[in-house]
């Protein structure tokens, strides 16, 4: 059964807030971090804002608590049509023993041990990507970093090493995501307008299947002899039920991959860039690192940076100031009590990422990147969550920071970049995620010697 937001008529007193506006909304998708600051000064914590539907925001650590420890049968997925338009039949529109299921069956993959023989990969991705700039290039951070990450993801998924497999993926996937980013994808389909003869949205609708009957070939040769093949889709494709039937279709697969392809490569290229950005642009924690470092030998054992006290506190605060995904929003099932409110079903709640992590009685000027923060105090999932939380925490949440901690490690042993503004730019909604609104740009120096 899937329940939309606008299956119901509340008539439960609901938090103060406004009504969204296509105005509000385009402010939204310009600058969303001050749009719900000033909701929150104005309203007080919970908040509600009304659209097509009524969202109830929370960025209060016992208001996130209650959202992510309710039983699971409170929730359904947001059946948002856009989500769907764009994840398809992708694990995440699941809930309950289904979701359960999807997740059990994709966790070997994910878990910390296997992702630690990724290691060297992500050392060389990065390494060969740094022998194609030249002395004096001016750099941009964020795709920079995309290149890097999508080449590591492909390779974890696909486990394609062949120069001709990765660059016929790498095009497929910069083509869909490029549509996913377009403003006017992004406004007609927040107003509903998700026919294909809207040109945002057929065009769309086009590079996803080119995309997914890419999936589906990969699906198909990987049947066909699976011996030449590992990676998790070979994962996926070999998976069997109890009762010895395939444990995904095919369908569901390539979903799956598109969502794991879009999600995963686009959000560690934000957080690389934004780590470099940070790093550079505050001498006593680049000097600090580059301390902790200094002892490390990438070739012999790349894995000894999960190890580092500080390295782990420069990426937990890295995550904290440019949480990717701001917000992490749950379709009411069954009604739930949410600081003092019944919230009825069919009302969307809202964990708000960012204003719990900018909150100053939690973090003592929040808005200096302070990693040592870290090391001082242990923050509860409720205080702390860049990954979300609950049953339907992010699957990459181990594969993220190994890859950025392993990244960074390397570029900052490898070489020389100079930030040219060292300011923090303002951030700007790019298609699900929030990224810097001007380019964060450095000019590479050389090799170290």
């Not at 490029?178 to 040109?199: C, D, R, W």
């Not at 697969?253 to 959000?267: K, R, V």
Request: hydrophobic share 45%; charged share 20%.
């Amino acid at each position: 059964m899937t329940i939309n937001a606008t299956d119901f008529a509340p008539h439960m007193k609901l938090p103060p807030g406004p009504r969204f506006s296509l105005f509000s909304k385009i402010g939204y998708l310009r600058d969303p971090i001050n749009l719900f600051s000033q909701m929150k000064d104005k309203y007080g914590d919970p908040f509600c804002v009304t659209t097509s539907a009524k969202t109830v925001f929370t960025a209060d650590p016992v208001g996130v608590k209650q959202i992510f420890t309710s039983p699971t049968d409170c929730f359904l997925p947001l059946q948002v049509e856009a989500q769907k338009q764009v994840l398809g039949k992708a694990f995440t529109g699941h809930s309950g023993a289904e979701h359960r299921r999807q997740r059990a069956l994709l966790a070997p993959g994910l878990r910390a041990e296997a992702l630690q023989r990724l290691a060297g990969q992500m050392v060389n991705a990065a390494r060969l990507r740094i022998e194609t700039w030249h002395v004096g290039q001016s750099l941009d951070l964020v795709e920079e970093g995309m290149a890097i990450a999508l080449e590591i993801i492909i390779r974890a998924l696909f486990s394609v090493h062949d120069r001709a497999g990765i660059e016929k993926r790498k095009k497929a996937v910069r083509a869909f995501s490029e549509q996913l980013s377009n403003k006017l994808f992004l406004v007609t389909s927040m107003m509903g307008l998700l026919h294909p003869a809207v040109p945002s949205q057929g065009k769309f609708i086009r590079v996803r299947q080119q995309f997914q009957d890419l999936l589906l070939q990969t699906i198909a040769d990987i049947r066909a002899d699976p011996s030449k093949h590992e990676g998790l889709l070979a994962h996926m494709v070999l998976a069997k039920r109890d009762d010895g039937s395939p444990a995904f279709g095919d369908i569901e697969m390539a979903d799956n991959m598109i969502t794991m392809l879009i999600a995963g490569h686009e959000t560690s290229a934000l957080s690389f860039g934004w780590a470099l950005q940070a790093v550079l642009g505050t001498p006593d924690v680049y000097n600090r690192l580059m301390s902790e470092l200094a002892d490390v030998d990438l070739e012999v054992n790349p894995n000894a940076v999960h190890n580092l006290p500080y390295m782990n506190a420069v990426i937990k605060e890295v995550l904290r100031f440019w949480t990717p995904v701001p917000d992490v929003l749950r379709l009411v099932a069954k009604p739930i009590k949410l600081m003092g409110y019944t919230i009825p079903e069919g009302t969307q709640v809202c964990a708000c990422v960012w204003l719990t992590h900018f909150d100053p009685d939690l973090y003592e000027n929040p808005w200096d990147f302070n990693p040592s923060r870290f090391l001082d105090r242990r923050y509860t999932a409720f205080e702390y969550y860049p990954f979300g939380g609950g049953e339907r925490v992010c699957v990459g949440n181990t594969f993220a920071p190994m890859e950025l901690k392993v990244l960074l490690a390397t570029i900052l042993k490898t070489c020389r970049v100079e930030l040219q503004d060292t300011k923090f730019p303002m951030l700007l909604r790019t298609g699900f995620l929030l990224g810097p609104k001007t380019p964060l740009r450095a000019t590479y120096q050389g090799k170290l010697l």
